[in-house]
């Protein structure tokens, strides 16, 4: 830790991504890069972020459980299964070499902005929800791919879970980022617990980081966030094509 400035700078841009990854996803695109400006190498700086994905998925989960919004034991399923995907692909992050994975970030970060600005508009089913039977089994063997992307990187990851939940499991736009919270959690657990057996995680940073995220992903499930989503999605495009362009040149 430099100086008490990078205390704020983490707990300012935790505020931020825990409550955009909350409404919708795409924190990670903020605080990874920004942990690895701050002199963290690329693979601590992955396992680093997962401390704070996951206080801030637990705290979004708080937050849906005390409105009431409940969605175990399927969100458990989910998880159980993109926990094996998660392992795999926090595996490759570690071993990857880290000006590689750097390019990668770069690469995913500007499509995951795509995807922000012109992402497909989601449906607020009112039907009965596709939750079991050979729904449930095909979800969690994508799900299992979906945990590869997630141990991998994370970033951006919200909208594709989202999507498939959403078009697949025909779940409803409120219910829907109640799930997304719940496996995030589960598998987040297992790709820290990767990271961590194999040094790459900086506590300090990441615990640091953890109290913004979890007070702006509480405060997104708490209350109604329509209001700011242009605003947010501004900054967020701004900010992470600046990022992207100093990790893809620097």
Request: hydrophobic fraction near 60%; avoid cysteine; proline fraction near 2%.
């Amino acid at each position: 830790m430099q100086n008490v400035y990078d205390i704020f700078l983490l707990i300012g841009a935790g505020v931020f991504a825990g409550f955009v990854n909350t409404i919708a996803g795409g924190g990670s695109l903020l605080t990874l890069p920004l942990l690895i400006f701050m002199g963290l190498p690329p693979a601590v700086a992955n396992g680093t972020n997962r401390i704070a994905i996951a206080f801030s998925s637990l705290s979004a989960n708080i937050g849906y459980t005390s409105k009431n919004i409940k969605t175990y034991p399927f969100s458990i399923y989910l998880g159980i299964a993109a926990i094996f995907g998660a392992i795999l692909g926090a595996r490759i992050a570690i071993e990857i070499d880290g000006a590689i994975f750097n390019r990668i970030l770069a690469i995913i970060m500007i499509v995951v902005l795509l995807i922000m600005v012109f992402k497909p508009k989601m449906a607020d089913h009112k039907s009965q929800e596709r939750t079991t039977g050979k729904y449930l089994f095909i979800s969690l063997i994508a799900f299992f791919f979906i945990g590869i992307y997630g141990g991998f990187i994370n970033a951006g990851i919200g909208f594709i879970i989202m999507l498939f939940l959403n078009i697949f499991n025909k779940i409803n736009l409120v219910r829907l980022n109640a799930v997304k919270v719940g496996v995030v959690f589960i598998y987040t657990i297992a790709a820290l617990v990767t990271f961590s057996f194999s040094g790459n995680v900086n506590w300090l940073y990441g615990l640091i980081l953890a109290v913004g995220t979890s007070v702006g992903a509480w405060t997104a499930s708490r209350f109604s966030v329509d209001r700011g989503e242009g605003f947010i999605k501004l900054v967020m495009i701004v900010m992470v094509l600046l990022m992207a362009v100093k990790l893809w040149l620097f």
